[in-house]
């Protein structure tokens, strides 16, 4: 005679269960949203931004001054880096410790708070498939309908 | 040579702070926008203003992560702050001190050098942290011995600790928390509690400048803000700009019959206290670092012990973030709580925190040194780029 199992254990076997290096992607992924200058595309990227029109002088009367400005396009070549290059240079530029990388501050002393993704209150569950957090059966409902799972998507 | 005034650029990675030191300093974003109704034009600078539809904008910034990356977008603005329709300039007979943030990288100090006496001709350069002119200012109209400054800005929470007037670089921190993450924060969350905003940043970082306070006690404003009907204080509708009638939206007590409005509205609650929180405590989202008045205190106790009551005297504020309401006493309370009883703490919030640090600049360059902290152009033309990692302390 097998084992009396509770049904409720035996369903959660079932269900999809994110590991711990799919949770930390998602939650590096929120981290980096939180980054972002913009979230839609750009509406004109299409549109040519500084036309080169024709200029009709005022007068006929011969630039004076020397050295013509150089465009912006110019600088956009001659200082082109990205951020991932800058930090890098800086380990050779500053490579002891007080520097960018140094500066960032260690983590708190204090416990983490957890609150609840769906309406922000203080939370006391965790979502069993993604580790979401939650505070009332109310708020899960709406979190297994919405989100959990499908972040990613 | 002693100009009569000096051109301060605090070039701020969301709004430079810009102006002659006679007169008052322009709050310029340091952006280009593009918006959905004019798709004709790009919006440099404070040309915003004459925008009218600002739903759906798009931002260019030259800022990445607090450091200038985007060099053609930055020429633009620089352009246009320098011409006639901002803050006229010549550099011919004008000074210029830029600001710079901290740790700047080296190929990003070169290129400024470079940009500043070659393509506008500077005769005379002063780049300097921003948190250098905020400490020079406070030193001056306090005459004290050392100064943290802490600078919530848009993509960064420096803190920096100065002992006679040096800044203490074992002792400065960084917390990657600014007014971007509570921004992009606030966004996320509404758009997924209530209206889709993800694409409105400009509307909602109103909706944060306009509704958001810093919670002096965090559990119990979580209490009130659970009660139901008019227990609960901290609940307000933010209505939205349309752009016909309403330019900017505002904040409005909860009236009852919801369904009727015509206007769209934001209801607001937890989220009024708890984005300014993450300032706080960043690991509320995750963001494995401290809050601001741990980090004060990390960063004090990093320091000599002996500057260590001079210190927590002379905690100034300054930046974007430290508009919300009950910014300055939840730092005063906490730093108190953390520091030891028999020392003093002082916390000072300037009248105006975001020019604090382009007033120093008018300070500074009444300081009767102030040329010796200077490069002119002939030393760069002499001595080149190098000269100015010695003369510069970024």
């Not at chain 1, 994110?18 to 200058?37: C, H, P, S, T, V």
């Not at chain 2, 701020?12 to 593009?34: F, R, W």
């Not at chain 2, 190929?107 to 780049?127: D, G, H, P, V």
């Amino acid at each position: 005679m097998s084992a009396r199992e509770s049904g409720r254990v035996k369903e959660a076997e079932k269900r999809r269960v994110l590991d711990d290096a799919a949770r930390k992607r998602r939650a590096r992924k929120a981290i980096e949203a939180l980054e972002q200058d913009n979230f839609h595309e750009d509406p004109h990227a299409d549109l040519v931004m500084s036309k080169k029109v024709p200029k009709f002088a005022d007068s006929n009367e011969k630039p004076t001054r020397k050295k013509k400005s150089k465009s912006a396009e110019y600088y956009k070549m001659r200082f082109r880096k990205t951020f991932a290059q800058l930090v890098e240079e800086d380990a050779s530029f500053r490579p002891d410790p007080p520097n960018y990388l140094s500066a960032q501050v260690p983590p708190s002393q204090f416990p983490d708070r957890y609150f609840c993704a769906v309406c922000g209150f203080p939370s006391n569950y965790t979502c069993i498939p993604c580790g979401a957090r939650y505070c009332s059966v109310r708020c899960l409902g709406t979190h297994l309908d919405t989100r959990c799972l499908k972040w990613t998507a | 040579m002693s100009e009569s005034s000096c051109y301060i650029l605090d070039n701020g990675a969301y709004t430079a702070k810009v102006g002659l030191s006679t007169k008052l300093p322009k709050v310029v974003p340091n952006c280009i926008m593009k918006a959905k109704s004019e798709r004709r034009r790009p919006f440099v600078g404070s040309q915003i203003d004459e925008c009218r539809d600002a739903s759906g904008l798009f931002y260019i910034l030259p800022f990445q992560k607090g450091f200038l990356i985007n060099w053609d977008t930055q020429k633009t603005v620089w352009d246009y702050m320098f011409s006639k329709e901002c803050c006229p300039v010549n550099f011919n007979e004008t000074p210029l001190i830029v600001t710079e943030p901290l740790f700047n990288f080296a190929s990003i100090q070169e290129a400024m050098t470079e940009i500043f006496f070659e393509e506008y001709e500077c005769q005379t350069l002063l780049r300097i942290n921003a948190t250098d002119l905020a400490e020079y200012y406070h030193r001056k109209t306090h005459n004290n011995e050392c100064t943290v400054v802490v600078d919530s800005g848009y993509s960064y929470t420096y803190i920096v600790p100065y002992i006679k007037g040096k800044k203490y670089r074992e002792g400065i921190r960084r917390i990657d928390v600014g007014g971007k993450v509570l921004t992009n924060h606030l966004k996320e969350i509404l758009s997924y509690r209530q209206l889709n905003v993800m694409d409105e940043t400009y509307v909602i970082n109103q909706v944060k400048e306009d509704s958001c306070f810093v919670s002096q006690n965090f559990m119990q404003d979580i209490e009130i803000a659970k009660k139901k009907g008019s227990a609960n204080t901290i609940v307000k509708d933010y209505i939205l700009p349309d752009y016909t009638t309403i330019r900017r939206g505002y904040l409005r007590d909860v009236v009852k019959s919801d369904e009727d409005l015509e206007q769209q509205t934001l209801r607001l609650n937890n989220e009024r206290f708890s984005i300014p929180e993450l300032l706080f405590h960043p690991s509320d989202v995750g963001i494995p670092q401290m809050g601001i008045p741990e980090a004060v205190m990390h960063s004090i106790n990093a320091c000599p012990e002996e500057n260590m009551e001079s210190l927590l005297e002379n905690i100034v504020l300054y930046g974007g973030n430290t508009l919300f309401p009950g910014f300055r006493d939840r730092v005063y309370n906490d730093v108190r709580s953390f520091a030891l009883d028999h020392f003093d703490v002082n916390v000072y919030l300037p009248d105006d925190p975001l020019t604090y640090a382009w007033e120093g600049g008018k300070h500074i360059f009444r300081d009767p040194d102030f040329y010796s902290f200077c490069m002119t152009k002939e030393e760069y033309e002499e001595e080149g780029k190098a000269l100015a990692f010695e003369r510069f302390d970024i």
